[in-house]
């Protein structure tokens, strides 16, 4: 069983900066690439950022120059440092890992449950 937990989400200030936290947890033996997304009410659920196992990342352009997204191999863990905050942001964001529990077995995606993060003054 893997579990993906975020944290971090809040209400925050148009200008503010937050940074979002998503640390796996369970049976895994290796993780590829982790990435952010999030979904606004009425919308779909969409990228923000990706980084593979080997750090090359990817941004929505909604993001570039506002978001910076990183990740610790050893905490399991992603994070999202996000600057600039506008209230187009708001959403709930989730994080997704590929995940392998086993050698013999491919990756999967796990999905964490969301963080809701709201700009506004």
């Known amino acids: 069983q893997v579990q993906l937990v975020e944290s971090g989400g809040c209400l925050v200030q148009p200008g503010g900066s937050l940074r979002l936290s998503c640390a796996a947890s369970g049976s895994i033996f290796s993780i590829s690439a982790m990435g952010w997304y999030r979904q606004a009410p009425g919308e779909q659920r969409e990228l923000v950022a990706e980084i593979t196992s080997g750090g090359t990342t990817n941004y929505a352009d909604s993001a570039k120059g506002r978001f910076t997204i990183s990740r610790d191999n050893a905490k399991k863990t992603v994070y999202l440092q996000m600057n600039s905050l506008k209230p187009e942001d708001t959403a709930v964001y989730y994080c997704?890992?590929?995940?392998?529990?086993?050698?013999?077995?491919?990756?999967?995606?796990?999905w964490g449950q969301g963080t809701q993060v709201t700009v506004s003054s």
């Open positions: 997704k890992m590929g995940v392998r529990t086993s050698l013999v077995y491919r990756f999967v995606d796990y």
